[in-house]
C-alpha cells in the first residue's frame, strides 16, 4: 500500500492504483474518464518495498512466497525479488548459477549478501548439509559406520533399512497373485 494520498482532487484516501483510491479508480475508470498516471519505474517499484534492519540487510516488505523468498511482478511475471535486485544493481546473474543469501535472511534483497554460486555450493553452505553431517545414527537408531552405509550421489543411507524395506516388499510381492482370476471378468 502506499502511503501517498488519491490523485482525484479533494480525496484523500490511499492511492492504490495508478494514483487513486480503490473507489475513484473505479468510478472514473466506469466513465471512461481515467487520466492514467505514469506506472511507476522498476527502480521505484523497487525501493518502495524494501527497509533496511539493524543487520544491513534489505528486507522485502512486498510480496512473498510460501518458501519466505521476495517476489516482483515484472512484465506479467513472477520473479524471485532477490535476483531481480541483484540483476538491477550489480548485473545480470550467468546461466546456471543461484544467489547465496550470506546472510541466511531468506526475504532479504541487498545484493552485497547475495554471492552467485552453482547450486551445489549453495546446498552445501546452507543449514541441512551440515545438520546431516552430524548425523551418527539413521532415524531407525541404527549407526551411520562403514559397514552399515551405503553412500550415493552424496547422501548417505543404512544398509540394514535398506534390507528391512527390501524383505517387507519381497514378501508383499509373495503375497500378491500373479494371474488374473478366471472369474474376474464376469
Not at 27 to 49: A, D, H, Q
Not at 134 to 159: L, M, Q, W
Request: glycine share 8%; hydrophobic share 30%.
Amino acid at each position: 500500500m502506499s502511503s501517498l494520498a488519491c490523485a482525484f482532487e479533494g480525496c484523500n484516501k490511499p492511492a492504490k492504483h495508478r494514483g487513486y483510491c480503490v473507489a475513484c479508480y473505479s468510478r472514473l475508470r466506469k466513465r471512461g474518464e481515467l487520466e492514467l498516471l505514469p506506472k511507476p519505474s522498476l527502480e521505484e517499484r523497487i525501493f518502495e518495498k524494501i527497509r533496511e534492519d539493524e543487520a544491513g540487510c534489505w528486507i522485502w516488505t512486498g510480496t512473498r512466497v510460501g518458501t519466505g523468498y521476495g517476489q516482483i511482478d515484472i512484465a506479467g511475471r513472477k520473479r524471485p525479488a532477490h535476483r531481480v535486485v541483484y540483476e538491477f544493481l550489480v548485473c545480470e546473474i550467468p546461466e546456471g548459477l543461484d544467489l547465496d543469501h550470506l546472510c541466511r535472511v531468506r526475504h532479504c534483497v541487498n545484493p552485497w549478501h547475495l554471492d552467485p554460486v552453482t547450486r551445489q555450493v549453495n546446498i552445501i553452505r546452507g543449514d541441512k548439509p551440515k545438520i546431516n553431517a552430524s548425523k551418527t545414527h539413521c532415524p531407525h537408531g541404527h549407526t551411520y559406520d562403514e559397514a552399515n552405509t551405503i553412500v550415493y550421489k552424496g547422501s548417505r543411507f543404512c544398509r540394514t533399512c535398506k534390507k528391512a524395506r527390501q524383505k517387507a516388499y519381497d514378501e508383499k510381492r509373495r503375497g500378491m497373485p500373479h494371474a488374473i482370476p478366471l472369474n474376474a471378468h464376469g
